[in-house]
């Protein structure tokens, strides 16, 4: 393997690992194994105990989300050319776990209109994590239709969107136009 910045293909860099990087490399194997034995006992039991629950199917779409990272992730530690590709897939699936969850909660209310009258008086708290925690003086809105509208059109905007530049992403990088350890604007742009 050279250290010229070009990311190597998976027959020139597996055969060329020490063995404490193989051992390591198992463990992470073993974990994605036990994460997929994890998921298949979640259905199994989906299946045979929870078979009424109506949001049963959006429950499964979410709880995928472990088994469909640890897994592209995996994939790309072992080819890691592969890297353009696992972002677009995992942005996908995320983006529209990440939907489904808004809609799961909406649902849970009973419809949108039986949310609103349970939560009419509620202030939503601004100052949340990761950036906004910095700034408790932000103001605490109330619940309104509208402004439940917009937090939904927002999610909505994630979901179609983060698929979209993960796509032009992986393009570019294909094309040799994006790398992904480029720190300039670029990569600014697709690390939403």
């Known amino acids: 393997m050279s250290c010229n910045g070009d990311i190597p293909y998976s027959h020139d860099y597996l055969p060329t690992l020490p063995v404490a990087y ?6 992470a194997g073993a974990a994605v ?4 034995g994890i998921y298949i006992e979640e259905m199994v039991f ?14 499964k779409w979410i709880l995928g989300i472990y088994p469909i990272l ?16 696992r972002e677009l897939v995992s942005s996908i699936y995320l983006s529209f776990c990440v939907y489904i969850f808004v809609t799961m909660m909406v649902g849970h209310y009973g419809g949108a209109k039986k949310m609103m009258n349970r939560l009419q008086n509620t ?15 932000l103001p605490r ?3 309104t239709s509208r402004k439940l ?18 796509y032009v992403q ?23």
């Open 149 to 166: 509208f917009v937090l939904e059109t927002l999610v909505f905007q994630y979901a179609v969107l983060r698929p979209v530049l993960g």
């Open 141 to 143: 809105p109330a619940l």
């Open 70 to 85: 640890s897994v592209t992730a995996f994939v790309t530690l072992l080819i890691p050319r592969a890297a353009a590709l």
């Open 22 to 27: 193989q051992v390591v490399f198992g463990f």
């Open 46 to 59: 989906f299946f045979r105990r929870l078979y009424n629950w109506k949001p049963k199917d959006k429950a």
């Open 33 to 36: 194994l036990a994460i997929l």
């Open 170 to 192: 992986a393009a570019l990088y294909a094309d040799g136009k994006f790398a992904q350890n480029n720190t300039g604007t670029m990569s600014i742009q697709f690390s939403l």
């Open 123 to 137: 202030q939503i708290k601004m100052a949340t994590l990761p950036f906004c925690c910095c700034c408790p003086c």
